[in-house]
């Protein structure tokens, strides 16, 4: 099995397991994928200063960015997406993209730009979990990184300064928030009945804007009157983060499944050079026509070889 | 513009009907022009073209100057000047012309959902390939962008650039990526839209919608532009559905255009 693997990241407040939105995404995945993940916070450590977060250690390697990490917990079998179709994994590629263009700026401009939320909220959580002298450093910088953030995407010259760009930036908000709302409907999960890795990312996103006691936010009130994506919030974290439950089992992937699943994967690959070859060797007598192995019946999809099921449907 | 002037826009925009003489404006097609601001430049004229909505394409040197949120292309239309593809669609949708009418809200979230997918992805690589990949930058991309320009003024300009791409890719972490890494990306991007168009016509089915427009005009231009390798394109031709995709809209839109 893995190596026992750990991963640093921002510590939990107001209900949440981490208040940090990449955070918040990896955890939520390592539970959805049932990955058995020791979660060490950096809180009150220098590591505030120094290290990326949210940050996976398995023995040699080190892991950074949310999408590197679930890739990386994918090719240890810890795979969350195991039963979507290929198309369901590109509409995630595609909803995953929707939140990083349209939802993250005004988040973080709610978090660390907006002077009220950021004087009350923000920065004393911040300060009070690093250790002196970097309380007062380490707010400082991710409010700067932040707002150079939203300055560089969105704000269009002439217009570099951020009262332009408010009301775009929270307009487009509201409109992918509700686009999410759309999209899940009545359902419990974005696909089917269990959580994926689109799960993990709106959950990520969506959770701390929830939760958190922010004392001015027009976004936030937003979002509460969407009911269907508050309740997803409340499951997620009653059904996975709850100290009280257990959490449901992981969807079943045994070793057989993962060979089987290799196994397929080179016999599709060899199998459109072999249909060239066919052609060649069917015009030459002496040799038997070459057949592809029979086809072992389909494992469970898999959006990262999409290509797979171009050639088996 | 703030949520005011633009409600304002849009009133305004309803009041009136499509002019005859709507321009678009881009920079200079054979010097000047770079792959990314081709690509916006042909989706938005892709779906004016879809719309029924006739406008004579522009060339000037100084084209990025003149539009109003510094982005390629623009359109100006009767005393308006509008620039780039969503607030074009938003301006053609008061003027009473859309083609996502007909979606319902779910489509119309995956549509908004792909075409975010297409800027974030492609856009976003083309931006890289031209600005932050060396060879790219000094053989093609600033000498193009600067030449309509004396020395000094084109140096500058081009560097000045130059600089603010690669700013702009470190905020959003693509800073450290590397060329193979960006291909990656753009083929997993390509495979998402293979997967999602299959083997309809159009991405919702019979009509073509502003997503369309969107994917065939950073599609095409990268099937035909030359750059310093053509690893990008052969990335996008192993998908064949998007490339008869490609065909099929050039051949239904953009038939007899003068090139």
């Known amino acids: 099995m893995a190596a026992a693997m750990e991963l640093r990241c921002w510590g939990g407040d107001w209900g949440l397991p981490s208040v940090h939105t990449e955070s918040l995404i990896v955890l939520a995945y390592a539970k959805f994928s049932g990955a058995k993940v020791t979660v060490s916070p950096i809180d009150w450590t220098w590591k505030t200063l120094t290290a990326t977060v949210p940050e996976l250690l398995c023995g040699d390697s080190a892991v950074q960015e949310p999408t590197q990490i679930l890739n990386f917990l994918r090719k240890q079998r810890f795979n969350a997406d195991y039963d979507l179709t290929a198309r369901q994994g590109a509409d995630t590629m595609a909803y995953i993209a929707l939140l990083e263009e349209k939802l993250r700026p005004a988040l973080l401009h709610t978090f660390w730009v907006d002077a009220e939320n950021y004087a009350n909220l923000t920065r004393p959580w911040f300060a009070s979990r690093s250790p002196f002298p970097l309380n007062f450093l380490v707010p400082c910088r991710h409010a700067n990184t932040a707002l150079s953030r939203i300055l560089l995407m969105k704000g269009e010259a002439p217009l570099h300064r951020i009262s332009e760009v408010e009301g775009k930036i929270y307009s487009d908000a509201k409109e992918c928030l509700n686009l999410l709302s759309y999209r899940l409907g009545t359902a419990n999960y974005f696909f089917g009945n269990l959580p994926t890795s689109l799960d993990a990312f709106v959950f990520g996103f969506v959770a701390p804007l929830c939760k958190a006691n922010l004392p001015s936010s027009p976004l936030q009130s937003h979002v509460r009157q969407l009911e269907n994506l508050t309740r997803f919030c409340d499951t997620v974290l009653d059904v996975y983060f709850s100290s009280d439950h257990p959490c449901p089992p992981p969807p079943v992937q045994d070793t057989k499944d993962a060979n089987l699943q290799k196994l397929t994967q080179l016999v599709n690959k060899e199998s459109n050079l072999i249909e060239k070859m066919d052609d060649n060797l069917r015009s030459s007598p002496q040799h038997k026509p070459h057949r592809p192995e029979p086809k072992p019946s389909l494992p469970p999809k898999n959006p990262l070889s999409p290509w797979i099921h171009s050639l088996l449907d | ?259």
């Open chain 2, 1 to 259: 513009m703030s949520l005011a002037a633009e409600a304002f826009v849009s009133q305004m925009a309803a009041a009136e009907p499509w002019p005859e003489n709507a321009t678009l404006y881009q920079p200079l097609r054979e010097d000047q022009i770079l792959l990314s601001d081709c690509a916006s430049s042909l989706a938005v004229q892709a779906y004016l073209r879809m719309c029924g909505l006739p406008v004579q394409v522009v060339c000037r040197a100084n084209a990025e100057y003149m539009s109003p949120s510094g982005k390629i292309p623009f359109i100006h239309v009767g005393n308006q000047v509008v620039s780039e593809l969503g607030p074009i669609v938003q301006f053609t949708k008061a003027k009473g012309h859309s083609l996502s009418d007909g979606l319902d809200d779910v489509q119309r979230a995956e549509m908004k959902a792909y075409m975010e997918l297409v800027n974030n992805m492609l856009l976003t690589a083309e931006l890289f390939i031209q600005w932050c990949d060396d060879a790219t930058a000094n053989e093609i991309s600033r000498p193009r962008y600067s030449s309509p320009y004396s020395w000094p003024l084109n140096t500058i300009l081009a560097y000045q650039k130059q600089l603010e791409v690669r700013r702009k890719m470190n905020a959003i972490g693509w800073g450290k990526k590397t060329l193979e890494q960006v291909y990656e990306d753009v083929s997993q991007c390509c495979q998402a839209l293979s997967q999602r168009l299959g083997t309809q016509p159009y991405f919702f089915n019979k009509q073509p919608t502003e997503l369309d427009a969107l994917v065939f005009g950073h599609l095409f231009t990268i099937l035909t532009t030359r750059l310093t390798s053509t690893e990008l394109a052969e990335r996008i031709k192993s998908n064949s559905n998007l490339l008869s995709f490609c065909r099929r809209i050039e051949q239904s839109y953009f038939e007899g255009k003068s090139s």
